[in-house]
C-alpha cells in the first residue's frame, strides 16, 4: 500500500504561482511512476503531468506544457507541481497518484495509475 497526501493549494490571482506537494509513505521502497491529475467541477479527471522514478521522463497535458513543472524528491518520498502563470481554467481540484507496475513509458491516463491522494483545492481568481 501507498499513501498519498497532498498540500499547496489554496486561492492565487490570475498570473500567479503556486506549488503542490505530495508526500508519499508506505511502500515508497518500490519504483513509483507519479502524476498529477485535475478535475474540475462538473468535468471529468484530467492528466496534468507525470514523472518516472528517476526523474529522467516527463510528460505534460498541453494546456500546461511551460507553465507547470512536475519535479520528485525520491530522498524525501515527496512529488511537486509547480504551477506559473496560472489560469482561471486551471481551478480544479489536483490529485497525486502513484503508479507501482513497471512500464517502460510515462503513463497518462488515469486507469494506469494505482494510488491517489485526497485532493487539494486549487482556485484562480480573474
Known amino acids: 500500500q501507498v499513501q498519498l497526501v497532498e498540500s499547496g493549494g489554496g486561492l492565487v490571482q490570475a498570473g500567479g504561482s503556486l506549488r503542490l506537494s505530495c508526500a508519499a509513505s508506505?511502500?515508497?521502497?518500490?519504483?513509483?511512476?507519479m502524476g498529477w491529475f485535475r478535475q474540475a467541477p462538473g468535468k471529468e479527471r484530467e492528466f496534468v503531468a507525470a514523472?518516472?522514478?528517476?526523474?529522467?521522463?516527463?510528460s505534460y497535458n498541453d494546456s500546461v506544457k511551460g507553465r507547470f513543472t512536475i519535479s520528485r524528491d525520491n530522498a524525501k518520498n515527496t512529488l511537486y507541481l509547480q504551477m506559473n502563470s496560472l489560469k482561471p481554467e486551471d481551478t480544479a481540484v489536483y490529485y497525486c497518484?502513484?503508479?507501482?507496475?513497471?512500464?517502460?513509458?510515462?503513463?497518462?491516463?488515469?486507469?494506469?495509475?494505482?494510488?491517489w491522494g485526497q485532493g487539494t483545492q486549487v482556485i484562480v481568481s480573474s
Open positions: 508506505g511502500r515508497t521502497n518500490i519504483s513509483l511512476m
Open positions: 514523472i518516472t522514478w528517476r526523474g529522467t521522463g516527463t
Open positions: 497518484a502513484a503508479r507501482t507496475r513497471a512500464t517502460a513509458v510515462v503513463v497518462t491516463t488515469s486507469s494506469g495509475f494505482d494510488y
